[in-house]
C-alpha cells in the first residue's frame, strides 16, 4: 500500500488553537482543538499549547486511527495571527497574542521534531483556498478573513505574495476613519474596527448597554447580560429574522465594501474571498458588502469589477493552508 505524504496544520486564532492532520488532496483526516489560554496569551503558554495538539495529532497518525492509509508526517505548518517575518520563522507582532519578535519556530522545533513552517494565518487561508477552495483557477486573489479582527491573503499568478518584510496584505490595519475606535495594534480608525467579529460584537453590547428597545430580541438571548453576546449567537439571531441581527450584520458589510474598495483601487483583483467566523453570515454580510463595493469602487461603470464569494473551507481554509504550504516547503527544501 502506497504511503501517504501527510502534513500537520495549526492555526492559532484569538480565541482558539485548531490542527488537523491533512492529506495531499488538502482533505482533513483527523482533527484537535484547544482553546486559546487566557493566562495573558504568554509565549510559552501558547507553544506549550501548539505542542499539546501537536502530540494528540501525531499520536492518531502513528496508531493509524484515521483509517485513512498508512503515511508519515511529512513537515508542520503553523498559520498564526499575527505578522510574520519573511523567514517564516518569527512573529514580528500579534495584536491579539503577547508574541513580539517572538521566534515561534525556534521555539518549537526541538519539541516537534519536524521541519516547521510559519506564515500569516490569513496568506495560509488564502493559499488554501487558492489551491482547494474557492479561488482555483484565479490569478489575482485578494483573501480577507473576518474574525477577532481581519487578515488579507494575497496571491498573483500562483505565489503568495508576502511583501520585503514579510509583512503584506494586512489590510485590517488600513485606516478608514481618521481618528476613529482605537484598534489593538495601536492606531485609530483601522478597517477592523468596523468590519470584524470584534466590531459586530462591540455595536450589539452597546445597543444593550443602551437599553435600546429594538435590541430586546438579542438581549434576552444572554439574559440582558451585554458580556454573554457573542458573533455567531448575533449570526443566529440575524439568520432567524431579527431585525436588529440582520441590521449589525449589514453595516459589518457596509464597512466590508468601503475596504474592497480601497483594496480594488490599489491592486485589481479578480476575486475576493471572504472567510473567517463572521464569513458564517453568508449572504446577510456579503450581499451589502457587494452593494457598497460597487458604489465605493473607483472608475465604477467604467471597469471589471472583482468577484466577492464567500470562502468555500470555512474555518479550515487556515490550517489546510498552512499543512499544504509548509509540505511544499519540505519538499522544496
Keep these: 500500500m502506497t504511503s501517504i505524504d501527510y502534513a500537520i496544520g495549526i492555526d492559532i486564532g484569538g480565541t482558539k488553537v485548531s490542527g488537523g492532520v491533512v492529506d495531499e488532496m488538502g482533505r482533513i483526516v483527523w482533527r484537535a482543538r484547544r482553546d486559546t489560554p487566557e493566562r495573558s496569551k504568554s509565549p510559552r503558554v501558547v507553544e506549550d499549547t501548539i505542542v499539546s495538539v501537536f502530540e494528540e495529532l501525531m499520536a492518531a497518525v502513528t496508531d493509524d486511527r484515521m483509517h485513512a492509509g498508512p503515511g508519515q508526517v511529512r513537515a508542520v505548518g503553523i498559520g498564526a495571527a499575527g505578522f510574520v517575518g519573511a523567514d517564516g520563522a518569527t512573529v514580528v507582532f500579534a495584536p491579539h497574542l ?14 516537534v521534531g519536524r521541519p516547521i513552517y510559519v506564515e500569516n494565518d490569513a496568506n495560509a487561508a488564502a493559499w488554501a483556498e487558492w489551491r482547494y477552495g474557492a479561488a482555483q483557477g484565479e490569478s489575482h486573489l485578494v483573501m480577507i478573513t473576518l474574525g ?13 505574495q508576502r511583501g520585503k518584510w514579510g ?5 485590517g490595519h488600513m485606516q478608514v476613519v481618521p481618528d476613529g475606535q482605537r484598534c489593538e495594534c495601536g492606531n485609530r480608525g483601522c478597517w477592523e474596527q468596523y468590519a470584524s467579529g470584534n466590531a459586530l460584537v462591540r455595536e450589539a453590547r452597546s445597543m444593550i448597554l443602551a437599553q435600546s428597545p429594538v ?11 451585554p458580556g454573554g453576546l457573542t458573533g455567531p449567537l448575533i449570526t443566529q439571531a440575524a439568520k432567524a429574522g431579527d431585525p436588529t ?19 480594488a483601487a490599489a491592486l485589481d483583483p479578480g476575486r475576493f474571498v471572504i472567510g473567517g467566523g463572521v464569513s458564517a453570515a453568508g449572504d446577510l454580510l456579503i450581499d451589502p458588502a457587494r452593494d457598497t463595493f460597487r458604489r465605493k469602487l473607483t472608475g465604477r461603470g467604467y471597469r471589471p469589477e472583482a468577484d466577492v464569494v464567500g470562502a468555500a473551507l470555512g474555518n479550515d481554509a487556515g490550517l489546510i493552508g498552512a499543512a499544504d504550504l509548509a509540505r511544499v516547503q519540505a519538499s522544496e527544501a
Excluded: C, K, M, Y
Design 245 to 263: 441581527a440582520r441590521e449589525l450584520l449589514a453595516e459589518v458589510g457596509h464597512w466590508l465594501g468601503v475596504g474592497l474598495a480601497n483594496i
Design 148 to 160: 477577532t479582527g481581519i487578515g488579507g491573503g494575497l496571491i498573483i499568478d500562483g505565489r503568495l
Design 215 to 225: 435590541v430586546q430580541d438579542l438581549a434576552a438571548l444572554v439574559d440582558a447580560e
Design 98 to 111: 503577547s508574541w513580539r519578535n517572538e521566534p515561534l519556530r525556534e521555539g518549537l522545533s526541538a519539541r
Design 167 to 171: 509583512i503584506a496584505a494586512e489590510f
